[in-house]
């Protein structure tokens, strides 16, 4: 079996004498490991006998040569790896992470890769509680990348606290575990819903809703990254009106393995009025329920695993599994730091005779986690031929 890619990135911290130790242990785990230093990182290791990357234009660097190949190496490197782990990460490196800045060898690569990021802060213990670094760190994580934080201790700097970085054997442990799940879906076919409907009242008024599609387009790009073959339906995009969804579900459905239902259907419909309603006098509208999409997807595809997904405000005391599906994901989007618009969320997922609760994190992680955990929980349902 082909060996996996990872490129070990070392930030310019004390932190750094530990890169040959952590390239020792990545190579033992029978991992290709590739070097990328940044100009300080160079003060604190040597690597003798390995390939390290550190200048985006080395001496001799011919610009003729690269338009002639049409390959440019930190983009190669960034196309091959299959994870990039940065040890450690300086305050000053996740600050350029956080706002794209991309003004070297290692910040250039991380842009350009799609292969999952993995962060290791080390720092002194000050720096690390500083506000804006606290900011930088909450915006890499919106990004979607990893963050192994930063352990108590006697610091290089003679302080005692938090800025350590993480134990090395902890840290391949979790590169080990997310090499694992990169693949975990490959081969499967994921329908993803997301996004509002609108249900006209007449050519130019609407019902609709403030969901943001932001849950699902995360799940749709968590699933992707783990090997799946993803179509994402956007409403606004791919569909308006809840009949419309329903239509394109029907079509779609027999294709697919599994569907995770997002999107925020109206529950309500009216009867539509050509042109534009008078608003000298007063208008009744009369609201008619919906069909349950949720409902009618097991018989458009009875073997289709069902994920669906239920905004209340106000969690009820009760969490069931909801109209036939295989698991129920409640949200509550009375909070305004994890509702419809927000880049957060916080979720309970429910499925027969089990709870799990996701606290509050970057609805990037929170797709991430609900994807792991039922490739990881339910296996012999989601990789096994059954799916």
């Known amino acids: 079996m082909k060996s996996k890619i990872i490129i070990l990135g070392v930030s310019g911290g004390i932190a750094a004498v ?68 940065i040890a450690p990460a300086t305050a000053n490196l996740m600050a350029k992470l956080a706002h794209g800045i991309a003004d070297d060898y290692l910040t250039t690569l991380i ?26 760190l909450a915006k890499v994580k919106q990004l979607g990348y990893e963050i192994i934080n930063p352990v108590a201790g006697r610091l290089a700097c003679s302080y005692e606290g938090l800025g350590r970085l993480e134990e090395l054997n902890k840290i391949v442990k979790t590169v080990v575990e997310r090499l694992k799940v990169k693949d975990s879906l490959k081969g499967k076919k994921i329908l993803v819903t997301a996004g509002p409907t609108r249900e006209p009242i007449d050519s130019v008024r609407f019902i609709t809703n403030a969901s943001s599609g932001k849950m699902g387009t995360a799940i749709a790009e968590a699933a992707k990254k783990r090997g799946a073959e993803v179509r994402l339906l956007m409403g606004q995009t791919d569909f308006v009106t809840g009949q419309d969804l329903l239509a394109l579900v029907k079509k779609t459905t027999p294709d697919y393995d599994i569907i995770f239902h997002t999107a925020a259907v109206g529950d309500f419909g009216v009867q539509t009025r050509p042109g534009k309603l008078s608003s000298r006098r007063p208008v009744n509208l009369r609201l008619e329920t919906q069909v349950k999409i949720l409902e009618q997807i097991k018989k458009f595809n009875p073997k289709i695993r069902v994920i669906g997904f239920k905004a209340e405000y106000g969690l009820p005391g009760k969490l069931t599994v909801q109209f036939g599906a295989d698991a129920t994901i409640y ?39 609900l994807l792991d955990f039922l490739v990881r929980h339910y296996r012999w349902k989601f990789l096994g031929g059954e799916f």
């Open 111 to 136: 842009l350009a890769t799609k292969a999952p990021v993995i962060i290791c802060p080390a720092m002194n213990v000050n720096m690390w509680n500083h506000p804006a670094v606290k900011e930088n």
């Open 331 to 369: 949200n509550d989007v009375s909070r305004k730091d994890i509702g419809f618009a927000s880049d957060d969320n916080e979720v309970i997922l429910v499925m027969p005779g089990r709870k799990i609760k996701i606290k509050k994190t970057s609805k990037t992680i929170v797709a991430g986690k």
């Open 18 to 85: 530990k890169a040959p130790e952590l390239m020792r242990l990545l190579t033992k785990k029978g991992f290709q490991v590739e070097c990328v230093l940044t100009r300080s990182a160079v003060n604190f290791v040597k690597l003798p006998g390995v390939k390290v990357y550190v200048d985006l234009f080395e001496s001799g660097f011919n610009a003729k040569k690269v338009l002639v190949q049409r390959q440019v190496e930190h983009i190669a490197l960034a196309d091959k790896a299959d994870l990039i782990l």
